[in-house]
């Protein structure tokens, strides 16, 4: 009995001694072996994403589509004619409209609409009563006070030459009395006179100078009053001539004329009507020279720098199709009715000959350049799929989805720039029923 709680007492103690453990004596575990288990681990984790990948791959796979009754066309090189087309309208610059010079009443009209006339041809007639009796009135007006100068002109000369006259015998009056004057002197010098005598004879003298003195005043008066009344007169009748050349003007207005050579293209209808009433500035018609027509149309922006003055285009005006050539290209850009793009004007010159409707709408074919050997595909129902980047280039008995660039579309081409090369067949058809494939497979 002793043995054995000695026993269990001994156990009891070794057991302690295993459970207590000093820290100083504790040792870090090997790296290596903390490696190998890590890598083990990683081990195991990709064999299990493999493996749930696979599983998943297998359940989630689709079969490539079988595409029948499709059509292919190989990328080839060829010369690539790049154009675009152009709206544009039909401006006649020189074109005017003819308005009523006066108010008055349609008398004749000597033109038709299409007539082609010269500038300065009469081509209508306004009458105007009240020009015509104002003209008379000034006719006579003028004629009475041309009449009425010359009378001034001899009433002042009658005047004039009166006291003239009047001086002349004064002058002779004066020298008479003058002698009287020595004579008188003398004889009071030699006390055969009275000084009474002497001094009668001064006075007469004087008075006698002071009269000669007062006709040449009023002489030099009249002269000077002739002067004034003949202008006076005179502005009078230069007004009066003023005033009917203006009426004459005016006359000679009414029957109207030509501003410039061209076409007849509009006549207004109560023009046609004698006795119509025509108010001032009223349009009687429009002329304009189709000579001078051009067409502007308007480009994008981005095709300006392949254009300059002198090139030439194909314009389609309704059935008639011409050429024109270039005449100036807009320096500043304007924004396009869409609001989307910028445009330019570039203006056109028709051929000689091409008679044209001033406003008429005009579409133009302008070639910008060509590319020589450039990658093209025929133009088909597999650009039509939406915005899509990409085509189904045929390898062998499959057609994969294979991203590209293309560039411009002209006619019946298609540029590609990026994606194929020369030789390589494409599948031309719609991609409707497989778009969302990778690869199909071709029956």
């Known amino acids: 009995?002793?043995?054995?709680?000695?026993?269990?007492?001994?156990?009891?103690?070794?057991?302690?001694?295993?459970?207590?453990?000093?820290?100083?004596?504790?040792?870090?575990?090997?790296?290596?072996?903390?490696?190998?288990?890590?890598?083990?681990?990683?081990?195991?984790?990709?064999?299990?994403?493999?493996?749930?990948?696979?599983?998943?791959?297998?359940?989630?796979?689709?079969?490539a589509p079988a595409v029948k009754g499709y059509a292919v066309a190989a990328v080839e090189k060829a010369d690539f004619v790049k154009s675009t087309e152009?709206?544009?309208?039909?401006?006649?610059?020189?074109?005017?409209?003819?308005?009523?010079?006066?108010?008055?009443?349609?008398?004749?009209?000597?033109v038709a609409e299409g007539d082609t006339v010269a500038k300065g041809k009469v081509v209508a007639v306004i009458s105007v009563p009240d020009l015509v009796n104002a003209r008379d009135d000034y006719t006579a007006s003028l004629a009475a006070a041309r009449?009425?100068?010359?009378?001034?002109?001899?009433?002042?000369?009658?005047?004039?030459?009166?006291?003239?006259?009047?001086?002349?015998?004064?002058?002779?009056?004066?020298?008479?009395?003058?002698?009287?004057v020595d004579t008188?002197?003398?004889?009071?010098?030699?006390?055969?006179?009275?000084?009474?005598?002497?001094?009668?004879?001064?006075?007469?003298?004087?008075a006698l100078q002071q009269k000669r003195e007062d006709a040449i005043s009023e002489r030099q008066n009249d002269l000077i009053k002739k002067d004034l009344d003949s202008k006076k007169q005179q502005a009078a009748i230069d007004q009066l001539q003023v005033a009917?050349?203006?009426?004459n003007a005016n006359i000679e207005e009414a029957r109207v004329k030509a501003p410039m050579s061209g076409e007849v293209l509009s006549i207004a209808s109560k023009l046609s009507v004698p006795g119509s009433l025509i108010t001032l500035n009223e349009t009687l018609m429009t002329i304009?020279?189709?000579?001078?027509?051009?067409?502007?149309?308007?480009?994008?922006?981005?095709?300006?720098?392949?254009?300059?003055?002198?090139?030439?285009?194909?314009?389609?005006?309704?059935?008639?199709?011409?050429?024109?050539?270039?005449?100036?290209?807009?320096?500043?850009?304007?924004?396009?009715?869409?609001?989307?793009?910028?445009?330019?004007?570039?203006?056109?010159?028709?051929e000689a000959g091409s008679s044209l409707t001033p406003g008429a709408t005009a579409v133009a074919t302008i070639t910008l350049g060509t590319k020589a050997n450039d990658l093209v595909l025929p133009r088909g129902?597999?650009?039509?799929?939406?915005?899509?980047?990409?085509?189904?280039?045929?390898?062998?008995?499959?057609?994969?989805?294979?991203?590209?660039?293309?560039?411009?579309?002209?006619?019946?081409?298609?540029e590609v720039t990026k994606g194929l090369a020369a030789g390589d067949k494409i599948i031309t058809t719609g991609y409707t029923d497989f778009i969302d494939s990778d690869a199909v497979e071709l029956k």
């Open 147 to 180: 009449i009425a100068l010359v009378a001034i002109a001899n009433d002042y000369d009658f005047q004039i030459a009166a006291l003239t006259t009047s001086v002349a015998r004064l002058d002779s009056q004066i020298a008479d009395a003058q002698k009287t």
């Open 381 to 414: 129902a597999y650009l039509t799929t939406g915005g899509q980047k990409y085509v189904y280039k045929v390898e062998g008995a499959v057609a994969k989805k294979t991203v590209v660039e293309f560039g411009d579309i002209q006619g019946n081409k298609v």
């Open 1 to 63: 009995m002793e043995n054995a709680e000695r026993k269990d007492a001994e156990g009891s103690n070794s057991l302690a001694a295993h459970r207590i453990v000093n820290m100083s004596d504790v040792k870090p575990r090997s790296a290596k072996g903390k490696k190998a288990r890590a890598t083990i681990a990683l081990v195991g984790m990709i064999a299990v994403a493999i493996a749930l990948a696979a599983v998943l791959g297998t359940a989630g796979a689709k079969k």
């Open 86 to 110: 152009a709206s544009g309208t039909v401006v006649v610059p020189s074109e005017i409209a003819v308005p009523s010079p006066q108010t008055g009443y349609a008398s004749s009209l000597l």
């Open 288 to 350: 304009a020279d189709r000579a001078g027509t051009y067409i502007d149309f308007e480009i994008g922006e981005q095709y300006v720098s392949v254009l300059k003055v002198g090139d030439s285009l194909t314009a389609t005006i309704g059935t008639k199709t011409i050429l024109a050539k270039i005449t100036a290209i807009g320096k500043v850009a304007s924004l396009s009715s869409d609001g989307l793009t910028a445009t330019v004007s570039v203006r056109a010159k028709p």
């Open 244 to 247: 009917l050349g203006r009426t």
């Open 184 to 206: 008188k002197k003398a004889l009071l010098a030699l006390k055969s006179s009275r000084q009474s005598d002497y001094d009668a004879a001064v006075d007469a003298l004087t």
